[in-house]
C-alpha cells in the first residue's frame, strides 16, 4: 500500500483521493489543501472612453481619484476656504486703523482695494448718484464671491470631464450582411481544477450546431471551425480554442469532451476557471473578454464540492454583436457569462468514497454551450450632453448665485450697521494725510538742497510739535531783471526778504511796511513795524510828508538841509504825499486750512501768489530808485548854498 497524501481519503484500499473540495497541493503534491477561489466573473467591454493617456510614473491616477471620487469633494475645499477668508477679514477687523502706518491699516486698505464686484452697488443715503466706492466689507464679499464661484465652476468641470457624454444603445434587427461582416478573432481557455492531466481527456472533436432535437442540428468536426489544444498546468489541463477570421453563422454551439479515470488519476475536479476573448480582425487594440472561475451552482451554498458522475456539467456563454459608431463603425463581439449548470457532484466524502469505487461514475461530463445573438445588434454611440450653450448657461448660473449670496449679505450688513456705510471714506482721508505728509516731505527736502537750509532738519528734531523754522537767502536781483545765483559773499549777504516756514509765526499778510527815503544820498529802506502800531505811524509820516512837501514850509527844508551838512545822525525821513497802501500794497494772505490736511495744490497756488508779489515789488523798487535819482540830481548842491 502507497503512503497517501495528508487530509486524503481512501478507496479500492490501495489508491488515495482528495475529499470534497479539495485538491492536491500543485506545489509539494504531498498533501491535500482546500480550493479557495474567488467567484466573482469579470468582463471587459474592450472599449475605453479615456481620451487621455499618461505614463503612470509620472502622474498616479490611483491617487488622486481616492481624493476626487465626487465633486462633494469640491464642493467641501470651497466651503472650507470660503469660511477660512472670511474668519481671516472678520479677525482683521479687531485691530484699529491706527494712523495708517501700521500693518494692519496696509493689510485692511488693500482688502479694500479688491472690492470689484460690489463697487457701485453699496448703500446709499438719501438717493444720492451712483458712485464708486471700495470699502473694506465690499473687498471681503467680492473675493468670497470669487472663491465660491472658482469652487463651483471646477466641480462643473469635474462633471463635465467625468459625465461628459452618454452611451446610447440601439438594438435593431440584423440582416444577413451585417452577419457576414463581422469577423472577430476569438479565443477562449478552460481548466479544470483537479489532480487530473491531459491523459484524462476523452471525447472532444466534434462540434454541434444549431438546437439539439430540431431539424438544423447538425454535427461537424470541430477542426473545421476551429484550432483546440490541451495543456497540463499546475491547476489542471487546460482545453484552449482559437479561431481567426471567425464568421459565426448559427446561433447555437455545443461543444463536449469528458475527463475518465486512468489509473493513478481518478477523474474528479473541484472548479472551473475560464476565460473568452474576442477582439475585431486586425484590430488588437480593442480586445472584449469575460472570465472568473465557478465552483458550484447557483442553487448551492458555497460549501466544497467535488465534480464526478455522468451528470453534464454545462457553461453557458452569450455572444452580443455590437457596432460602435464612435470608433468608425468597429465591429466586436462582447462575450458574457450566461449561467453554470452543475452536473453530478458530492459533498460528502463518505459519498465520494463510494463514488470512486465504481467504475461507471469514472468520468466528468462538460459541455461549452455558446449562444450567439445574431438576431440583433447592439448600436452603440456616444451623445455629448454638454453643448456649448448649456455650459455658458451653467457657467452664468454659477456667477449669479456666487454674486447674489455675497450681495444679499452685504446689503443686510449694511443696512443694519450705519457704520460700514462709510467705511472707505474714513480709510481715503487717512491714506489722502499720509500722502500729503509725504509729499510735504519731498517739498522740505527740495527747498534744503536747493538754498542750503541745513537748519530745518535741526529744528525739526529739536521741536516737540513737529514745526520747524528756518531762514534762507533768495538770489540778488540787479536793475535789469537777471537773478544772480553766484558771484561773491557780500551779493548773497544782502537779502532782499526770508521765508518763514513755521506756523506759529505770524503770516506776511499780518505785517506793514514803510518806505524810508533819503533825499541826499538817494538811499532806500524798507522798514517792518508791528501790526497794532503800523497804521498809526503810517498816518502821522504821511502828514509830516505834506507838511514838509508845502511850499510854505520852507523853515523846514533849511533845516533839514542844515542837519544833513552837518552830519547829523538823525536824517529826516521823506514820505509820500499817497497811502503807503497804495504805494505798496500789503502780501497777499497765505491761505491755509487749520486741519492737519494739507493739500500740495493749496501750497503750490501760495507760492505763486509770493512770486508775483516780489515781481511786483521789484518793479517798485526800480520806480523808486529812479525818482531818488531824478530828485537828487534836482535838489540844490551844499555848496551852492552855503554860496547864498
Known sequence: MTQCPANSINYNQTLCACPPGYILDPATRRSCSLFNASSDIHTVS??????????????????????????????????????????????????????????????????????????????????????????????????????????????????IISKRTIEVHNIRAMNAPDLAAFLNDMEFNITTVSSMSCSNLRGLGNLVTGRSGFVDQRVVPLRNFVNYTCMNTTMGPTLSFKCTNCQIITDSLFISWQFVDIPGSPAAAVAFQFNLTANYHGDKKHVSAVGGTVKNGSTLNSQPVTFRGTDRNIIRFNLFPRIYHNLRDLKLIQPLFHDFLPGSFYTNPTQLQNSLQTSVDGLINTTLYINYLSSYVVEIENQNIMGPVSFLADLGGLYCISIGIFFYLMVQCEYRIKKLRNEDRTMRNIRKRLKAQARWEKLRKYVIYTWGCSALDDDLRNNNNGESSCSFMLPSVNRNGSLHGGGSSKKRSKRLDSINFNRNAALP???????????????????????STSKERVKDNAKKSHKDQNPRSKTGEKQAAAGVSKGDSKQPQLHSTRDVNDFIPPPPPLELKVGSEVEMTEIWKNFEQLHEYNVMLREKFLATESLLHSLASKSPTPSLENQT
Open 46 to 159: 474592450g472599449v475605453d472612453y479615456n481620451t487621455l493617456s499618461f505614463p503612470a510614473t509620472i502622474f498616479d491616477f490611483d491617487s488622486i481619484r481616492r481624493f476626487t471620487q465626487s465633486q462633494a469633494v469640491f464642493l467641501e475645499a470651497t466651503a472650507v476656504m470660503v469660511l477660512s477668508w472670511l474668519l481671516f477679514c472678520f479677525c482683521l477687523r479687531v485691530f484699529k486703523l491706527g494712523d495708517g502706518r501700521n500693518v494692519w491699516f496696509k493689510i485692511r486698505w488693500w482688502i479694500s482695494r479688491l472690492d470689484i464686484c460690489f463697487a457701485t452697488r453699496h448703500w446709499l443715503d438719501d438717493q444720492r448718484p451712483v458712485m464708486k466706492r471700495k470699502t473694506e466689507l465690499g473687498g471681503t464679499f467680492s473675493i468670497a464671491s470669487w472663491i465660491l464661484f472658482i469652487g463651483l465652476f471646477a466641480a462643473l468641470l469635474y462633471q
Open 509 to 531: 499778510s499780518e505785517k506793514n511796511t514803510i518806505l524810508e527815503l533819503n533825499p541826499t544820498q538817494g538811499v532806500t529802506s524798507l522798514a517792518g513795524h508791528g501790526s
